[in-house]
């Protein structure tokens, strides 16, 4: 009895410390923007204490007032200005324009880049590993493939942390596109297969004939 009351503890504090735990390093990183101000106007300058917080709320503003600005024609001219400075700089305009691209296909709300799961076979044929459709190959590396099948380009995340994994072309023949949304998947890989969607089932093929791909 006293071993189910302990683990009981234990399923409502861990969630709740790794919440705590995540926030607490997003709100300190987001701090760090108030070291932009000069030392004599930094908060902790004034107030004689560190208050956590106060840089979040600075860097949503700076992000606020950024798309404001560059939201009309001057700002506009400005980041075209910034960008053309940018481009001259060897490694800073490869980093900068591959986070851009990036960001955009993120955020736009356009393509289908990480909008859709899949199961590949990954790292071996007998295995299935969840993955993220990103794109089509291009048009040099489709006639590089050689081949008549059609490929796409898929992200298989590692476990448990889904920021780092692998990119490959696969055969589109051969995924299984899944129901699950993204955010479901990244709970699926975060928890390492333990906290399992409960909405959707989608029954794992066998053997690779009796695979049966969604159309996307």
Known sequence: MLKKYFITGLLIWIPLAITVWVLAMIVRLMDQSLLLL???????????????????????????ITGLVTANIIGQRLLRFWEGVLARIPVVKSLYYSA??????????????????????YPHPQAWSVAFLTSTPTAEIATAQNDEDEYVGVFIPTAPSPVNGF????????T???AMSVDEA????????????SSHETPLPHTASQLMPRQF
């Open 186 to 197: 990244l709970k699926y890989i975060i928890s390492m297969g333990v906290v399992a969607p």
């Open 167 to 174: 990119f490959f072309f696969v055969k589109k023949s051969e």
């Open 176 to 178: 299984v596109e899944l």
């Open 38 to 64: 000069p030392q004599t106007i930094q908060p902790e300058t004034l107030l004689g204490m560190y208050i956590p917080g106060i840089g979040v709320l600075l860097t949503l503003l700076v992000v606020f």
């Open 100 to 121: 851009k691209q990036i960001s955009e296909t993120l955020f736009s709300g356009n393509g289908e880049a990480f909008r859709k799961v899949l199961l590949v076979r």
